[in-house]
């Protein structure tokens, strides 16, 4: 019994690898075997886990890294940008400071040529009125002057008119006088002349 080979063991429950009541050397080895080959699972798997880990934290140093870099690239472009946008705000107001300036001088020399033509047209209404009114002046004097002649020779006839029926009758009167001077002379006697 003791030479003779082991029997081979039946799987049986209850943690035994056969059905015997104890653990047999075969059911033993065969534990230890087990063991030994989930311990060298767990070391490759806990090996692995490591690596994964050691990867994994390089990985995430790495990813610090280019977030710290992306960071400081975003700042210094944000930065930049502040500059360049506070550089193009200048110049924008500097062109719209001289655009203003060069509307306001167009402006101003649009309304000295209005203030100049509104002058010219007033001046020239101010001419033609003085025309207008000096031409009337004149048309009315000469219209008095015609006026006043005209009276004036309405007059001279009215008068020569009134004197001429009374200068006819003084000389009637005249000649009249004459001849009753003459009659009384030629009825006079001569003895009454000594007297």
């Known amino acids: 019994m ?14 035994h690898c056969c ?15 087990s063991a030994l080959v989930k311990e060298k699972e767990l070391s490759i798997e806990l090996a692995n886990i490591r690596d994964e880990v050691a990867f994994n934290a390089a990985k995430c ?60 047209q007033h001046e020239e209404q101010v001419e033609d009125i003085t025309t207008s009114h000096e031409a009337a002046l004149l048309e009315m004097e000469n219209n008095h002057t015609v006026a006043i002649a005209i009276l004036q020779d309405d007059h001279d006839h009215k008068v020569q008119d009134c004197t001429g029926p009374l200068s006819a009758l003084g ?25």
């Open 2 to 15: 003791q030479g003779g080979p082991l029997p081979a063991c039946q799987p049986a429950g209850m943690g």
């Open 19 to 33: 059905s015997k009541p104890y653990r047999c050397l075969q059911c033993l080895d065969h534990t230890n075997e």
């Open 61 to 120: 140093e790495k990813l610090q890294k280019e977030k710290e870099e992306l960071e400081l690239r975003f700042e210094e472009e944000l930065r930049r940008l502040g500059w360049q946008q506070q550089a193009e705000l200048q110049e924008l107001q500097e062109r719209l400071q001289l655009q203003f300036q060069v509307e306001t001088e167009r402006l101003q020399e649009e309304h000295q040529g209005q203030l100049l033509r509104i002058r010219c």
């Open 171 to 195: 000389r009637r009167y005249e000649e009249s006088e004459a001849s009753v001077g003459d009659e009384e002379s030629a009825n006079t006697p001569a003895g009454k002349e000594d007297h």
